[in-house]
C-alpha cells in the first residue's frame, strides 16, 4: 500500500509565501518522478511543477519565478515553496508520484487526497 500525503495548504493573503509539503509512504522500492497538480473549482487540473529523481525541474509559464520545486530522496519527501502567491493560484493542490513498488516491476502513479490553498486579502 502506498500513500501521498499533502501538508501546508491555507489562506494567505496575495503576495504572501507558504510551502507544501508531501510525504510518500508504504512499501515503495523507488520513486521517478515527483510532482505539484492543482485544480481551481470548474476548470481542469493543471501540471504546477514536477521535478525528477535527479533534480531536473519543470514549471508551469504561469508559476515560473514564483514557484519553487524541491525534493529529498531519502525522506521520500516532495516541496513547493509558493511566493508571491496571486488569488489566480487559488486552487486544491495535488501531490503526484511515479512509484515502483515492492513486488512489482513498472512505474504506478499515485495521487494524494489533495490540499487547499487560497489566496484572499
Known amino acids: 500500500q502506498v500513500q501521498l500525503v499533502e501538508s501546508g495548504g491555507g489562506l494567505v493573503q496575495p503576495g504572501g509565501p507558504l510551502r507544501l509539503s508531501c510525504a510518500a509512504s508504504g512499501s515503495i522500492l523507488s520513486i521517478n518522478a515527483m510532482g505539484w497538480y492543482r485544480q481551481a473549482p470548474g476548470k481542469q487540473r493543471e501540471l504546477v511543477a514536477s521535478i525528477t529523481s535527479r533534480g531536473s525541474s519543470n514549471y508551469a509559464d504561469s508559476v515560473k519565478g514564483r514557484f519553487t520545486i524541491s525534493r529529498d530522496n531519502a525522506k521520500k519527501k516532495v516541496y513547493l515553496q509558493m511566493n508571491s502567491l496571486k488569488p489566480e493560484d487559488t486552487a486544491v493542490y495535488y501531490c503526484?508520484?511515479?512509484?515502483?513498488?515492492?513486488?512489482?516491476?513498472?512505474?504506478?502513479?499515485?495521487w494524494g487526497q489533495g490540499t487547499q490553498v487560497t489566496v484572499s486579502s
Open positions: 503526484y508520484a511515479d512509484i515502483i513498488s515492492y513486488g512489482s516491476s513498472r512505474y504506478v502513479g499515485y
